[in-house]
């Protein structure tokens, strides 16, 4: 950010570098986040079961906003 403000960089410039660099991460990680919890769930649920007692996990995407 430096930088850009020594070159002459406009105040939306450098909000919009500052919005990229903080939020590419964070989406990023949700994503992966996302998929290795449909992934990891399941497989637990594997290896915790046996075969006279297997273990059912009902995973379900709930997007209802519940505020803070």
Not at 33 to 39: I, K, S
């Amino acid at each position: 950010m430096a930088l850009g403000v020594s070159i002459g960089a406009g105040w939306g410039r450098l909000f919009q570098q500052v919005l990229i660099e903080s939020l590419l991460p964070v989406v990023l990680a949700s994503v992966l986040g996302f998929l290795f919890a449909l992934w990891a769930g399941p497989t637990l649920a594997t290896f915790l079961g046996t075969s006279q007692h297997p273990v059912r996990l009902a995973l379900e995407v709930d997007c209802a906003w519940s505020g803070f």
